[in-house]
């Protein structure tokens, strides 16, 4: 049978809020707009179970909803259930397939990609995918393979007929997080999200399921429709775009909220004055949601990390409010520690940009092609850069900047090559972090323009950033390359130690013909 996975309803009746009876529950949740349930009894007796599914089976038929019984075989069978959920230390599938009906969906749970070869093997009709989030529904046996790990194992089901669902701590505050980063570099996509708590521990069960129908049918709708439209860019229009970015900075003063190290504060907060913009290096977690309220920028920069927890709320609560997030993982591959803090950090939310050197880029996905040295890249850089900038973008589902004395950035489907700067920037501290800065403050930019009255809303329930997030990074990457070039050319520069303040001084400078007829600017 053909089942819509979308909204995968898992009961959990230890759930229910004070008041609220099972299929009281359960009906509304099936008028909010769940398109599946699993009955999920772990701690019930097989009377009790039965009951519990013999009346769940008459209330989905009632909305014409397949049910599922988790595990139980017996269970299924005695109420001719549309299928069963197995877990990897439940029934074998072939066993299982021997004793139900023809046509019987079997889903199985997967947490890696063995597990995921194993049910391609046992021709199963869908897989659970999880946990991605840490959960307290149930007992976790596996460990958390967060959003970023969905994408992999998804890959593994291109050129088959297997659903794939994802399960754990999924909820209409991180279903958007859920649904856009799990996608495939290959484009696979999640055919439906499983929800426990979220619905049932609700005490109005069909909002609960309705919030999350209308944010899963937008990002549908908005993945449909740009996996078939893809925006065409051309040397001219980038340029146009960032000139246009650079007014409206100056004309709005976006707020760029800049969690970042303690080396480089002063100068970044002075280069976001000087592009029109007003900084602000709040770190304290109670300030994050209040100024994530605030139209502009958020910028990530863990090159001295002591705020992590402050680094996490504020991502997530930016998500929430579709701002810009820019995240700059400095020195990454320089310890263990780093890594796992870029990894928990982009598991908690959705860059919107992602901005490193070649040495940081590796380390992010996992590369022994570029080293690192602390924050330094060292070596000769990748063979072939523009392949490796797109594919990291892809994989982290945002725009990628990788930096360097040429300058890479995609968005996953094109790749620009900007070739501007100076040699003197490698000489001063915090060039790449300031790089950083600027990009935020364009892509705080581009996030204007996109909320700016007369402007195509578009599907607003589908996204976690508003605007065009590639001019942004490429406008930020140009601003101080090219001002490096006119503050390396002045005489009044004589070393680093000049540098630093006159690249301020080109900044605040900056016009708009300067940048024009400086950028080289190639769309590959």
Known sequence: MTIDFSLYLVTGRELLPPGKEYLESLEEALQGGVTVVQIREKKSDTLEFLEIARESKILCAKYKVPLIINDRIDIALAIQADGVH??????????????????????????????VKKAIEDKVDYIGVGAVWGTTTKELTSPVIGVRGVGSLLQALDGTNIKAVAIGGINSTNVLRTLHGSVST????????????????????????????????AWVHHFDVQ??????????????????????????????????????????ANAT??????????????????????????????????????????????????????????????????????????????????????????ALANSNEVQAKGVDSVGSGFVDP??????????????????????????????????????????ITGSGCLVGTCVA???????????APGTSPGPELAKLVRGNMLIGAVGGVLALTVAAECAAER?????????????????YNLKPETLLSRAKVQVL
């Open 273 to 362: 004055l000087a592009l029109g913009a007003s900084p602000i290096m709040a770190t304290a977690p109670e300030e994050m949601h209040d100024l994530s309220r605030i139209p502009g920028g958020l910028l990530i920069n863990f090159g001295t990390i002591t705020n992590k927890g402050s680094m996490i709320l504020a991502g997530q609560y930016a998500n929430n409010a579709q701002k810009p997030v820019i995240f700059d993982p400095v020195g990454v591959g320089a310890t263990q520690f780093r890594k796992a803090t870029a990894s928990e950090l982009l598991n908690a939310w959705q860059a919107s940009v992602i901005k490193g050197n070649a040495g940081e880029m590796a």
């Open 227 to 268: 996996s078939r439209v893809l925006q065409a860019y051309d040397a001219e229009t980038i340029k146009n775009g960032v000139i246009e970015l650079m007014q409206v900075i100056r004309d709005k003063s976006p707020l760029i909220h800049q969690i970042t190290n303690v080396v480089v504060t002063n100068q970044s």
């Open 491 to 507: 005489s009044d520069v004589h070393g680093s130690g000049t540098f630093l303040p006159a690249l301020i001084d080109e900044l």
């Open 441 to 451: 403050t364009f892509c705080a930019g581009a996030s204007l323009v996109a909320a």
């Open 86 to 115: 197995l877990g990897q230390t439940d029934m074998p599938v072939h066993i299982a397939k021997t004793l139900l009906p023809a046509g019987t969906v079997i889903g199985v749970s997967c947490n890696d990609s063995g597990h």
């Open 386 to 427: 523009a392949s490796f900038i797109r594919e990291i973008a892809k994989k982290e589902r945002c725009v990628a900047v990788m930096t360097g004395p040429t300058d890479w950035v995609s968005d996953g489907a094109i790749v620009v090559k900007l070739e501007n700067g100076h040699k003197i920037l490698g000489d």
């Open 186 to 217: 290959s484009g696979h996509r999640l055919d439906g999200i499983a929800v426990v708590s979220d619905i049932v521990a609700s005490s109005a069960p069909r909002s609960a399921a309705q919030r999350l129908r209308d944010s899963l049918d």
